[in-house]
């Protein structure tokens, strides 16, 4: 049977009066990715926050690989995934390979020379080797978002969470960082992934997760979703996404 990494349990959250997750329950399974579709505002960003406790649900369970994520064991659980913002949230202050090894010398207690060999290798793996030496305001976006990744992947984490990666990025940008994101897909890592970029979920997702106003408004394989929604409001989503982004875009 396969594992299951991530499952969530009627999960709510709530921003004084206002309902941004209403009871969100899903689950994902090793080697799996698994990407989150919908409109701004509609709690996709809250729902990733909330797997990690980098925001405290008011309702509902969180287990990775069956245990129980909570405010108490947030800090241990956290070393086991890989989170990659909208905005990079790289230190402007070292360079690309101390912000990939400063977690495995902060965190991990690695020594240098291993946490630099690991850094090093996961540069590597995003196509940055020659990059190693640069401060963040020496890349270019699509290159901050790549050195986030290796920061992530170097932790060697059960499960990547990204959060709109390509969204801070120019148009011409944002191929780089797909590619990446498919190796990783293609070669077992456990991923799910908050995007607008269709084509890329068509490609490697394993299921995809239509969501509005904190609830899921309908889940399946990328075929089914795409050519066949069963869900008037998800039908009205991925038309106005061709309208605004054209046919090749959603490809």
Do not use: W
């Not at 698994?34 to 309702?59: F, M, Q, W, Y």
């Not at 659980?77 to 070292?94: A, C, P, S, T």
């Not at 240098?112 to 976006?141: F, H, N, R, W």
């Amino acid at each position: 049977m396969i594992q299951v990494v991530l499952k969530i349990e009627d999960l709510k959250k709530n921003y004084g009066k206002a309902e941004i997750l209403k009871g969100i329950s899903l689950e994902v399974k090793k080697g799996e990715t698994k990407v989150i579709i919908g409109p701004s505002g509609t709690g996709k960003s809250t729902l990733l926050a909330c797997v990690n406790r980098l925001v405290e649900p008011d309702h509902g369970r969180v287990l990775l690989e069956g245990e129980e994520i909570t405010s108490r064991n947030a800090h241990k659980m956290r070393q086991k995934i890989g989170y990659v913002f909208q905005d990079f949230n790289l230190f402007n202050h070292l360079t690309a390979l101390d912000n990939v090894r400063i977690g495995l010398i902060k965190v991990q207690k690695l020594s240098k020379e291993e946490a630099t060999q690991i850094a090093l290798e996961q540069l590597s793996k995003v196509g940055l080797s020659e990059k190693a030496s640069l401060y963040p305001s020496q890349l270019s976006g699509g290159q901050k978002q790549r050195v986030a990744i290796a920061r992530a992947l170097a932790m060697r984490p059960k499960l990547m969470l990204f959060d709109e990666p390509t969204s801070a990025l120019d148009p011409e940008l944002i191929g780089e960082v797909l590619s990446v994101m498919i190796d990783l897909a293609r070669s077992g890592m456990t991923m799910l992934v908050v995007t607008h970029e269709l084509g890329f979920a068509r490609t490697v997702a394993d299921e995809i997760i239509f969501m509005e106003n904190g609830l899921i408004v309908e889940q399946g394989p990328p075929a089914l979703i795409f050519s066949n929604p069963q869900k008037d409001r998800t039908r009205q989503f991925l038309r106005k996404l061709t309208e605004l982004y054209g046919e090749e875009r959603i490809k």
